[in-house]
């Protein structure tokens, strides 16, 4: 689905080469009024850094590095039996650069690969409005793939996504 994707912005025959070039993990800042980068850190080589939540310092601070950033990594250790490692690290938000305060880990600690992730004070209902319907999302980035793809991915959709979607859809509109 990459190839097709309108905002892509590398071509498509340059991620094997950037994949076999190892391109290091990393956990960056951004000031967003300049969108500029205004720390970072470099994970190991063959250490994958992924999900960072912010969980703030005790306190009133309203300071975005007023607290931690942890962070599960995945990493394969060739010496051990499991190869694939996790681990939670632990960032003081203020300084990524200084690398994690603190690692956690456990012999039987294995996390799959996550994706996304957020931090929120306290567990509630959610009473968002704002709500695009997955088939409306979707359709148009099937109509822009090559016919056979299209129809498969059609097919899956139909049978086991877009049910799950319009029914919560319609239970959470009563």
């Given at each position: 689905?990459?190839?097709?994707?309108?905002?892509?912005?590398?071509?498509?025959?340059?991620?094997?080469?950037?994949?076999?070039?190892g391109?290091?993990?990393?956990?960056?800042?951004?000031?967003?009024?300049?969108?500029?980068?205004?720390?970072?850190?470099?994970?190991?080589?063959?250490y994958?850094?992924?999900?960072?939540?912010?969980?703030?310092r005790?306190?009133?601070?309203?300071?975005?590095?007023?607290?931690?950033?942890?962070?599960?990594?995945?990493?394969?250790?060739?010496?051990?039996?499991p190869?694939?490692?996790?681990?939670?690290?632990?960032?003081?938000?203020?300084?990524?650069?200084?690398?994690?305060?603190?690692?956690?880990?456990?012999?039987?600690?294995?996390?799959?690969?996550?994706?996304?992730?957020?931090?929120?004070?306290?567990?509630?209902?959610?009473?968002?409005?704002?709500?695009?319907?997955?088939?409306?999302?979707?359709?148009?980035?099937?109509?822009?793939?090559?016919?056979?793809?299209?129809?498969?991915?059609?097919?899956?959709?139909?049978?086991?996504?877009?049910?799950?979607?319009?029914?919560?859809?319609?239970?959470?509109?009563?």
């Amino acid at each position: 689905l990459y190839q097709y994707y309108e905002y892509r912005t590398i071509p498509v025959n340059d991620i094997p080469t950037i994949s076999k070039a190892g391109k290091p993990s990393s956990l960056f800042r951004v000031e967003t009024s300049s969108m500029e980068i205004k720390d970072s850190y470099i994970f190991p080589s063959s250490y994958f850094g992924s999900s960072p939540q912010f969980i703030p310092r005790p306190g009133k601070e309203e300071d975005s590095t007023h607290g931690y950033i942890a962070c599960i990594v995945l990493y394969d250790d060739p010496h051990s039996n499991p190869q694939e490692k996790s681990e939670i690290w632990i960032f003081n938000a203020a300084s990524l650069s200084s690398g994690p305060v603190c690692k956690l880990s456990h012999p039987k600690l294995k996390f799959g690969f996550t994706v996304h992730s957020t931090w929120v004070a306290q567990v509630e209902e959610r009473n968002a409005k704002y709500n695009i319907p997955v088939r409306a999302d979707y359709e148009e980035i099937l109509k822009k793939q090559p016919e056979a793809v299209r129809e498969q991915i059609q097919q899956l959709f139909e049978e086991y996504v877009y049910p799950h979607f319009e029914e919560a859809s319609e239970i959470n509109a009563k």
